[in-house]
């Protein structure tokens, strides 16, 4: 397919995409907007490039929701955090960590929304319960590293893995826990 046949179906479907569509469509440009700038309310400096990369990527997730673009979303914000923020512990992070969840958790809806239809009810139950877990799981998280006595020292890294790992644990076992009470969502 050309660039000019892929433009117009992708200008094809946003033109019959109902409402529930069109905002989650917006709520993805706007979380990873939010999730930027909390960056940079934490003391991210600027990087140009990973902005517009973020920028980019977003709005091509926006559009083309079930495409490859949104992971180069969270790359964006990871080198904005990685190479660029120092004060890895201020509730900005939280705030940006929050945001990049909610901008996954809205793509992930529009790519399996139907075009014109809205969501059902147990789908958008289903997803925010999911999501809440993970929010309450990655603030738990922020939490235990910002009240830690190594927090803000540097060279913990088993410090860091640890955490990870004790995070992806209790993620996981929320998520189970979870799919039990749910068990007939997204077509199961």
């Known amino acids: 397919m050309s660039w000019r046949g892929l433009v117009v179906a992708v200008l094809d479907d946003l033109s019959v995409t109902g409402l529930t569509g ?6 993805v440009v706007l979380a990873a907007a ?3 700038l909390a960056g940079d309310l934490a003391g991210a400096s600027d990087s140009p490039v ?20 949104g992971v180069l979303v969270p790359l964006a914000l990871g080198w904005q955090w990685v190479a660029h923020l120092d004060r890895t512990t201020s509730g900005w992070v939280l705030v940006a960590a929050l945001a990049l969840l909610v901008f996954h958790a809205a793509a992930a809806l529009a790519s399996c929304a139907p075009t014109a239809a809205p969501l ?3 789908v958008l139950q289903a ?3 999911r999501t ?4 309450l799981v990655t603030a738990a998280g922020w939490l235990a ?3 830690s006595p190594l927090a803000g020292q540097p060279g913990h890294l088993g410090l860091t893995v640890t ?18 009470k749910s068990p007939s969502t997204f077509g199961r």
């Open 127 to 129: 997803t925010a319960g």
């Open 145 to 147: 590293v910002r009240s």
């Open 163 to 180: 955490a990870l790992l004790a995070l992806t644990a209790a993620t996981a076992a929320a998520a189970v826990a979870l799919r039990r």
């Open 120 to 122: 059902g009810r147990d």
């Open 34 to 36: 939010a999730a930027w």
């Open 22 to 27: 069109r905002v989650l469509r917006l709520v």
């Open 50 to 69: 990973a902005f517009t990369v973020l920028l980019v990527a977003a709005a091509w997730c926006a559009v083309v929701p079930d495409s490859q673009a």
């Open 132 to 135: 809440g877990v993970v929010a």
